[in-house]
Nanobody, 124 residues
Framework: QLQAYGGGLVQAGASLRLSCAVS????????VGWFRQYPGKEREFVAG???????SYAESVKGRFTISRDNAKNTVYLQMNSLKPEDTAVYYC????????????????????WGQGTEVTVSS
């Protein structure tokens, strides 16, 4: 089970940290991705992290967002800095049982489980 939380309403330029808490299995052997969805649009990849912490980011968030993991807490984080109004979306975390190759992190069909989503709103 995955639970995503930490969303909220912030002004442009602010920061938020999203958390994805995993329960029911140890996180250490799995890959995790963050995706976001705009109203009426398909979900899009934001960031992903492999078992051994190598990461991948969408071009639109590179340099602003950082994905990290704390296996002891069974949690993956998405630190979002310099937020822009276009970052406004519902953010979802997803878990792949086992490891993914780096080039597969972006593909939502690679994942086995999804969290319920947390809403991020960035005002201008």
């Amino acid at each position: 089970q995955l639970q995503a939380y930490g969303g909220g309403l912030v002004q442009a330029g602010a920061s938020l940290r999203l958390s994805c808490a995993v329960s029911g299995r140890p996180l250490s052997t799995d890959s995790v991705g963050w995706f976001r969805q705009y109203p009426g649009k398909e979900r899009e990849f934001v960031a992903g992290i492999r078992r051994r912490t190598s990461t991948s980011y969408a071009e639109s968030v590179k340099g602003r967002f950082t994905i990290s993991r704390d296996n002891a807490k069974n949690t993956v984080y998405l630190q979002m800095n310099s937020l822009k109004p276009e970052d406004t979306a519902v953010y979802y975390c997803a878990l792949k049982i086992g490891d993914l190759i780096l080039s597969s992190l972006w593909n939502e069909v690679s994942y086995n489980y999804w969290g319920q989503g947390t809403e991020v709103t960035v005002s201008s």
